[in-house]
């Protein structure tokens, strides 16, 4: 991307979902650097967010993510996340909002899985995994036709550092890979005491894998 130009906000963090990087300019809106047909092309999404918002990305659906179509987390000057998805590269993103509002500079990240093994173009199961002002994990989902719901995570899990990022694994699918409607790659990562902690979600419970070595 650097031949192009582009400049990021200094305080902006990095979403991404191939074949796209979400990150926020100079005047906090988000921007889009996308592969075209091995050439990088940017796009601006018309959408305003908080100074240093937390960012995330994750695919649409199955056969809507193989062309690009993905949910955009953002949160917004008052706080609250917000959810833009689109159903390929071009069309128009279109809201829907968690019902909450995240600590400011919070760590955040997500992933998702298909709800239904049998059916490409299918909801989504979406899990958000954020840092509340107690520096606590909790955790924002949606896998049914109930709407989203918040709990708190186990404490095994540990407190995350205070400014830790958290990012998470959806497997990819671009062109021709499929998602797995198993939780086999749902992980999160985050510092705890200065060390990676890599965890895994089930579906119904949390797990420790430990710690990601470095050397």
């Known amino acids: 991307m650097s031949p192009n130009g582009w400049k990021a ?13 979400i990150f926020q300019d100079a005047n906090n809106q988000i ?19 908080r100074n240093g918002s937390a960012l995330a990305e994750v695919p649409f659906s ?28 071009t ?18 990240g997500a992933f998702t899985v298909p709800r239904y093994s049998n059916s490409s173009d299918g909801a989504m199961n979406t899990y958000i995994l954020w840092q509340n002002s ?11 036709d109930a709407g989203w719901r918040t709990s708190s995570t186990p404490t095994f899990l540990g407190r995350p550092d205070n400014g830790t990022g958290i990012s998470c694994l959806t497997a990819t699918l671009w062109t021709v890979a499929s998602l797995p409607s198993d939780y086999s790659t749902a992980r999160c990562y985050y510092l705890v005491d200065g060390q990676i902690r890599e965890v895994q979600y089930d579906g119904s419970n949390w797990v420790v894998i430990g710690n990601v070595r470095l050397d």
Request: aromatic share 8%.
């Open 9 to 21: 906000s200094p305080n902006t963090r990095l979403a991404a979902y191939w074949p796209s990087v």
């Open 31 to 49: 921007q889009e650097a996308y592969d075209a047909n091995l050439t990088w092309a940017r796009s601006a999404k018309g959408l305003k967010s």
């Open 62 to 89: 199955v056969n809507e993510g193989r062309f690009g179509g993905d949910k955009i987390l953002y949160q917004r000057d008052d706080q609250k996340l917000i959810l833009e998805g689109r159903t390929n590269l």
């Open 91 to 108: 069309n128009k993103l279109s809201v829907g909002a968690p019902p909450i509002a995240i600590p400011p500079n919070s760590a955040m």
């Open 134 to 144: 107690s520096d606590a994990l909790l955790m924002t989902w949606e896998d049914d």
